[in-house]
């Protein structure tokens, strides 16, 4: 076993696997006069482990974590943001929390109206005709908008068989394209980082459903040509669907329905204020056009008279996306992020992200490849072109980040990017946060000029070090070995 420099061993076995320090059997009955009958033949059911090791082992275990509530997490396409308290606490009101999706109309009105206002204040952020709130993430998002589009066009007579992608895309965009019988045709982005018209008029035709579009896409540059864009496709009847994962660039600045999009996934758990990751739940809320509206998934809320109530009955949906209502704990936390902060709050959120995002692009330009001119919005992408030229990669430099106490940006993301550094910093982080996390990326860029071998041999103060991710992921262990080396 290596000593670590910290000099505290922070590898943990499982529960099973510590060593067990109480006696189950108890005391020694050898000599003593009790009546057999009373002696019990089994092992007594008490705790196999003292409380103190329980204790440490949990505590140990919750001090391995790293997220938003820890530091900084600059994972780009991601939205890793500080989620105020105050919404965990809306969304955990026993009113809120314990109804059932059972429970009468009559008797959870003040839940069908969160609804209700959820879905206006979303249409009106969107610019959008009317908003379901029903699915479950962004990619369940994706693909029920897909599923709008596909009725659409066969109301019309026919399906349909392409949807068209920029190469910038993520990964969730092309699956939620298959899986709803699409075949999916790559476009390609232009050198300065967005779709042009001209590439666009390569590929449209009558067997186009869609475009399928990222604003500001993953490179975090905003589509500039959209309006012309959604003209070209509309004037063929093909739709345009935009991944809304990055609504946070856009939230009080501009709508997406007034650049022609017909439909538009939010991400809940990223612009709107959820904790994510681990594959905690979400909410991907689809906002429509006019031209989907009838499509939209049931039930939807209606406000007849004072009374709110749910529809089914709409003949031309495409049905039931989810059980009930979608994931109400999350609508929760996000009507009381935008309650609290206001139409103006929502803009300065977004003014700052795409500040933090430039401040940092700025700051680090002289030290790190920037592969696109155009300005950013929300998040930035750096290469590791300038730190080959001394052997080290992306990786090197992700893990590096680690020594000095930050969470790694998104790498190798977007796939058009070679070495891509991604960064969104989030509105969420104030100015010194992000002098030190900028700081902590010059000092590896120097170190990767001056001392390359400390780069490569990364990180030295995590609990594992370099993993053999491929390995890992083909040869899964998650059992604890007592003599892995640290
Ligand atoms: C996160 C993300 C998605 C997928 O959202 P999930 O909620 O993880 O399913 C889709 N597109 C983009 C651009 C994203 O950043």
Same mark, same amino acid.
């Given at each position: 076993?290596?000593?670590?420099? @910290? ?6 076995? $499982? ?25 019990? &033949? ?9 409380? @103190? ?6 505590? =140990? ?13 600059? %994972?780009?396409?991601?939205?890793? +943001? ?22 009468? /109309? ?8 969160? #609804? ?5 204040? %979303?249409?009106? #952020? ?7 709130? !029903? ?28 949807? *068209? #992608? ?34 666009? *008029? ?18 975090? #540059? ?27 660039? *856009? !939230?009080?600045?501009? +709508? ?31 906002? @429509? ?12 809320? /209606? +406000? ?5 109530? %749910? ?18 704990? !999350? ?6 992020? !935008? ?6 709050? $929502? ?14 692009? +700025? ?82 860029? =120097? ?7 400390? @780069?490569?041999?990364?990180? &030295? ?26």
């Amino acid at each position: 076993m290596r000593l670590r420099r @910290v000099g505290v061993s922070t590898n943990e076995p $499982l529960l099973f696997e510590i060593e067990h320090c109480l006696d189950k059997k108890g005391v020694d009955t050898e000599g003593v006069k009790i009546d057999k009958k009373y002696l019990r &033949t089994d092992e007594p059911h008490i705790p196999e482990l003292d409380e @103190v090791s329980v204790v440490r082992h949990y505590t =140990r275990l919750s001090q391995w974590n790293y997220g938003v509530d820890t530091g900084m997490y600059p %994972l780009g396409s991601c939205t890793m +943001k500080y989620n105020p308290k105050f919404n965990e606490y809306a969304a955990r009101l026993n009113g809120f929390s314990s109804i059932h999706p059972y429970t009468p /109309e009559d008797l959870m009105q003040g839940v069908l109206r969160i #609804i209700y206002e959820m879905e206006r204040y %979303l249409s009106e #952020i969107g610019g959008f005709e009317r908003v379901t709130l !029903i699915p479950s993430a962004g990619a369940h998002g994706e693909y029920t908008g897909l599923m709008m589009v596909r009725k659409y066009h066969l109301d019309k007579g026919n399906p349909r068989k392409k949807v *068209l #992608i920029p190469d910038t895309a993520h990964g969730t965009n092309p699956a939620s394209c298959t899986l709803n019988g699409y075949e999916v045709v790559q476009v390609k982005s232009s050198s300065a980082g967005y779709l042009t018209k001209e590439e666009l *008029l390569k590929h449209i035709d009558e067997d186009v459903a869609a475009l399928m579009v990222t604003n500001p896409n993953t490179l975090g #540059i905003f589509e500039k040509e959209i309006a012309e864009i959604a003209e070209i496709l509309h004037s063929k009847d093909a739709l345009l669907y935009c991944d809304g994962a990055n609504m946070n660039s *856009l !939230i009080g600045i501009a +709508k997406p329905g007034d650049m022609g999009v017909d439909v538009l996934q939010y991400n809940l758990h990223k612009s709107f204020s959820t904790p994510h990751g681990g594959g905690g739940p979400g909410s991907g809320p689809v906002g @429509v056009s006019r031209r989907l509206v009838d499509y939209l998934p049931v039930p939807l809320v /209606e +406000k007849i008279g004072n009374k709110y109530v %749910l529809v089914y009955d709409k003949p031309k949906s495409v049905g039931q996306v989810k059980a009930f209502y979608g994931n109400f704990g !999350i609508i929760v936390r996000a009507y009381s992020y !935008i309650r609290a902060m206001g139409a103006e709050g $929502l803009k300065k959120a977004t003014e700052y992200a795409v500040l933090n995002s430039n401040y940092i692009r +700025k700051r680090l330009s002289n030290y790190y490849h920037l592969p696109y001119e155009t300005p950013s919005m929300h998040e930035c992408v750096f290469t590791d072109k300038k730190q080959n030229e001394k052997g080290i990669t992306t990786m090197d430099i992700a893990k590096r980040l680690i020594d000095y106490g930050f969470h790694p940006p998104t790498i190798y993301f977007p796939l058009v990017v070679h070495g891509a550094i991604m960064i969104e910093p989030t509105e969420s982080e104030s100015k010194d946060s992000l002098d030190r996390f900028i700081d902590a990326m010059i000092a590896i860029a =120097r170190e990767s000029e001056e001392n390359p071998d400390i @780069v490569k041999n990364t990180p &030295t103060l995590s609990p594992i070090l370099r993993a053999d991710e491929v390995k890992a992921a083909k040869e899964l262990k998650l059992k604890y070995e007592k003599n892995r080396c640290l």
